[in-house]
Nanobody, 127 residues
Framework: QLQLVESGGGLVQPGGSLRLSCAAS????????IGWFRQAPGKEREGVSC????????KYVDSVKGRFTISRDNAKNTAYLQMNSLKPEDTAVYYC????????????????????WGQGTQVTVSS
């Protein structure tokens, strides 16, 4: 059974850092593109970052460029999202998801591309 489990969320002060992990089980993560998404209360889910199956291509939403870094370790069946210089507006539930679609990489942050999702981990940035 395919399963994605996010971890690493928590409460952090503005300017702080967190590293989210997305552990996959029941399938080989290395054949899928991975996306990180977030959803704040009262807002739609938005794409934050995505990485291709072998890690050669990445993409970020403009609001996190230069602060967040997506990566993956296919040998560990795990993906990561390193978040630095966190801001209060980064507060949200963060989800990882996997997609079989590798084409049209410019559109990799669109939620309909993704087939399976984790349950999410809460990130709160507050002083």
């Amino acid at each position: 059974q395919l399963q994605l489990v996010e971890s690493g969320g928590g409460l952090v002060q503005p300017g702080g850092s967190l590293r989210l992990s997305c552990a996959a089980s029941g399938f080989t993560l290395g054949t899928y593109a991975i996306g990180w998404f977030r959803q704040a209360p009262g807002k739609e889910r938005e794409g934050v970052s995505c990485i291709s199956s072998r890690g050669g291509d990445t993409k970020y939403v403009d609001s996190v460029k230069g602060r967040f870094t997506i990566s993956r370790d296919n040998a560990k069946n795990t993906a990561y999202l390193q978040m630095n210089s966190l801001k209060p507006e980064d507060t949200a539930v963060y989800y990882c998801a996997v997609s079989r679609i590798q084409a049209l990489w410019s559109m990799c942050l669109l939620t309909p591309r993704y087939d399976d999702w984790g349950q999410g981990t809460q990130v709160t940035v507050s002083s």
